[in-house]
Antibody
Framework: EVQLLESGGGMVQPGGSLRLSCAAS????????MTWVRQAPGKGLEWVSS???????????YYADPVRGRITISRDNPKNTLYLQMNSLRVEDTAVYYC??????????????WGQGTPVTVSS | DIQMTQSPSSLSASVGDRVSITCQAS??????LSWYQQKPGKAPKLLIY???VLETGVPSRFRGSGSGTDFSFTISSVQPEDFATYYC?????????FGGGTKVDVK
């Protein structure tokens, strides 16, 4: 059974930093692209970032315009863990952040499993 | 960016009703479309991918169709556990984009 467990969320002041983690189990982690999606309070779903599967030859990362330059996605395959390093956080980054498993090695796919989400609040 | 226009934004239904939702892409996405169900306080759940393929374990009352720019999602007979918000998502090109959601509630 695929399981994804996010952690690392919390409250931070504008300009601050957080690192989110997503611990994966139940599948061959390195063979699948992974994605972060966020949902602001009372709003819809917004794609944040994706990273291709990484068997040593890819692991390419992609970012939404609102977060590019402030956020870095990475993966540690031996630890089966996905990360999202968020810097220079803004009030508008406030949301629940979900990690999702892609249906294939590449980012451009559906998300067939999701974590429970971790909340991030940016406020002074 | 590909805009996904989902309609209606909300609808009310009774158990046993047939419910339909549409999703229109701003450009051709072939069949690179998925549908998700989200209940309050929970993560989204994949129901359909590649526009019409039912995810394993999803009841057959859920159906997706369409290609190009026009897509539809149907629940043939709404059950009590189906009251939720539904989203479409395109994965043809970056940025990956979602429709605005359709909230299905009890009439």
């Amino acid at each position: 059974e695929v399981q994804l467990l996010e952690s690392g969320g919390g409250m931070v002041q504008p300009g601050g930093s957080l690192r989110l983690s997503c611990a994966a189990s139940g599948f061959t982690f390195s063979s699948y692209a992974m994605t972060w999606v966020r949902q602001a309070p009372g709003k819809g779903l917004e794609w944040v970032s994706s990273i291709n599967g990484d068997d040593g030859s890819d692991g390419r990362a992609y970012y939404a315009d609102p977060v590019r330059g402030r956020i870095t996605i990475s993966r540690d395959n031996p630890k089966n863990t996905l990360y999202l390093q968020m810097n220079s956080l803004r009030v508008e980054d406030t949301a629940v952040y979900y990690c999702g498993k892609s249906g294939s090695y590449y980012y451009n796919n559906w998300l067939d499993s999701w974590g429970q989400g971790t909340p991030v609040t940016v406020s002074s | 960016d590909i805009q996904m226009t989902q309609s209606p934004s909300s609808l009310s239904a009774s158990v046993g009703d047939r419910v339909s939702i549409t999703c229109q892409a701003s450009q051709d996405i072939t069949n690179y479309l998925s549908w998700y169900q989200q209940k309050p306080g929970k993560a989204p759940k994949l129901l359909i991918y590649d526009a019409s393929v039912l995810e394993t374990g999803v009841p057959s009352r859920f159906r997706g169709s369409g290609s190009g720019t026009d897509f539809s999602f149907t629940i043939s007979s709404v059950q009590p556990e189906d009251f939720a918000t539904y989203y479409c998502q395109q994965y043809d090109s970056l940025p990956l984009t979602f429709g605005g959601g359709t909230k299905v509630d009890v009439k």
